[in-house]
């Protein structure tokens, strides 16, 4: 059955029980769930095979960022592990962006989403002149995002703040993935380019990637049903 949400449950815990126990308390029909560098560095596959035997999509969200051939040898052995969505940074560049879309492309029948992450939602214009890069975040996203679309990605990661100006650019059907998502009255944490479920979606946002605000939630099943509903997700 596709999940008709487009919550994505970020499940970084630092083990596989933790992480499956949270995944339980969850429903594969009201959101999908991400693996990320604490949890797949701990736990490995066997993750991935645990959340796909609970009936979930899996985005592994490792943020490859390496030479060409090692970037598309990594998002290779991804995508035959049967995940949903992976992704890259787009800083790595063109020519390891093509690679990595050019070996999706040579294995049959994967559909797997890949992804290139612009500028993390915990980044802000100080950060990036301390990184060398003159440029607003907006700019910085914007010049990545036509690069990686030009680069044979499906989409990019980026924060909600930048969704309409990208799906205007770039075209409705280039997907928009957003962590940086903020309920009403969660806490901001390390984030710093926040929006509200309601206020990403307006603008264009395809996935909304939720961690904290579910997961510390003392009943997580219910913050994700009242999101839902809150976007008019039939349920
Ligand atoms: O690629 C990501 O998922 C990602 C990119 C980004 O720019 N910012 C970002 O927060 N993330 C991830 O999204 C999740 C956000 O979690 P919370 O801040 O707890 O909602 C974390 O797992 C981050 O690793």
Redesign the pocket.
């Known amino acids: 059955m596709t999940c008709q949400s487009p919550i994505?449950v970020?499940l970084?815990y630092p083990t596989i029980d933790q992480a499956t126990a949270m995944a339980k308390r969850l429903d594969p029909s009201l959101c999908r769930v991400?693996v990320?560098?604490e949890l797949f560095t701990k736990a490995g596959p066997a993750v991935l095979d645990e959340l796909h035997a609970l009936g979930f999509d899996v985005?592994l969200?490792l943020?490859f960022h390496d030479i060409p051939n090692t970037v598309a040898n990594a998002v290779s052995v991804a995508a035959k592990s049967g995940v949903w969505m992976v992704?890259v940074h787009a800083s790595g560049g063109r020519r390891m962006m093509e690679a990595s879309a050019n070996a999706l492309a040579q294995i049959q029948d994967h559909n797997t989403l890949l992804?290139a992450?612009?500028?993390?939602?915990?980044?802000d214009q100080t950060d990036l002149v301390e990184v060398g890069i003159d440029l607003s975040p907006q700019e910085h996203v914007m010049r990545l995002a036509k690069l990686a679309k030009s680069s044979g990605m499906d989409g990019v990661?980026?924060?909600a703040q930048e969704s309409s100006m990208l799906s205007q650019n770039l075209g409705s059907d280039f997907v928009l993935?957003t962590?940086?998502?903020?309920p009403a009255g969660s806490a901001q944490?390390?984030?710093k380019r926040i929006m509200t479920p309601a206020q990403a979606m307006a603008a264009g946002s395809h996935y909304l990637?939720?961690?904290?605000?579910?997961?510390?939630a003392e009943d997580p099943i219910q913050v994700l049903t009242s999101v839902n509903q809150d976007l008019g997700v039939s349920l």
Do not use: E, Y
């Not at 962590?179 to 903020?182: H, L």
């Open positions: 994505v970020a970084d991400k990320g560098k985005f969200d943020k992704n992804i992450v612009t500028v993390l939602t915990s980044m990661v980026c924060s993935v962590p940086g998502i903020r944490g390390d984030q990637v939720i961690g904290r605000p579910i997961t510390q």
